[in-house]
């Protein structure tokens, strides 16, 4: 079974400050993919990053940058330069190779303040 | 992009009464679509995987018989709750994947049931 924790309580974070939203996973699948969605209070979720369990480089998008460590089965996500709308739940997710359905971690609350 | 829709988006009903949420992709052909329900201040939890023109598979814990989903065309599936209760209230999420895709899978805008 795979399993996503993400344990930080709600964060604060300063305008224009970097900010980084912990993941850990646990799997036995060899082979698996790596997400972060993005659900402000209206309540869509927005995909921010993807990461392959075989890619050899971290994921960037934009802002988005995914540190991917994979002996320690960890999936951080880096926020650089907050803005206020970044305030929002964030989830980090997985799934098998080949397979799309999804587990989701209990998600991280980020609220950024001016 | 690619665009999910989900109506309604809001429902109110009676505790007893069916309520039936629809989720259409948009602007291209869904071969696989994904149920979600997500309660307050929860995660988001996987309900069922429906195929177009086969039966859905449910997750673990999911009642069939309960939680209707039909997949009659590539850009439309429907869940159906059936004799709604009042802890079936949730915020009710499909996605969409692309046949082919790797792992592409987008989501639409939710539903947010509540039965009252």
């Known amino acids: 079974a795979q399993k996503i924790t993400q344990t930080q309580p709600g964060m604060f974070v300063q305008e224009k400050e970097a900010v980084t939203l912990d993941c850990t996973y646990d799997?036995?699948?060899?082979?698996?993919?790596l997400f972060w969605y993005k659900q402000p209070s209206s309540g869509e979720m927005i995909f921010l990053i993807y990461?392959?369990?075989?890619?050899?480089q971290n994921a960037t998008e934009g802002r988005y940058s995914l540190n991917f460590q994979k002996a320690r089965k960890s999936a951080n996500l880096v926020i650089s330069a907050s803005q206020l709308g970044d305030s929002a739940m964030y989830f980090c997710?997985?799934?098998?190779?080949?397979?799309?359905?999804?587990?989701f971690g209990k998600g991280n609350q980020v609220v950024v303040i001016p | 992009g690619a665009v999910v829709s989900q109506h309604p988006s809001r429902v109110i009903c009676k505790s007893g009464t069916s309520v039936k949420i629809e989720c259409r992709s948009l602007?291209?052909?869904?071969?696989?679509m994904f149920w979600y329900r997500q309660f307050p201040k929860q995660s988001l939890m996987l309900m069922a995987t429906?195929?177009?023109?086969?039966?859905?598979?449910?997750e673990q814990g999911v009642e069939k018989d309960k939680f209707l989903i039909n997949h009659a065309s590539l850009t439309l599936s429907t869940l159906t709750v059936t004799s709604a209760h009042p802890e079936d209230s949730s915020f009710y999420i499909c996605?969409?994947?692309?046949?082919?895709?790797?792992?592409?899978?987008?989501f639409g805008p939710g539903t947010r049931l509540t039965v009252t």
């Open positions: 997710a997985m799934s098998r190779h080949g397979n799309n359905r999804l587990a």
């Open positions: 990461q392959g369990s075989y890619d050899q």
């Open positions: 996605s969409a994947s692309l046949q082919g895709a790797a792992y592409e899978q987008y």
């Open positions: 602007d291209f052909q869904a071969t696989t």
């Open positions: 799997t036995s699948d060899p082979s698996y993919g």
């Open positions: 429906s195929n177009e023109g086969s039966k859905a598979t449910y």
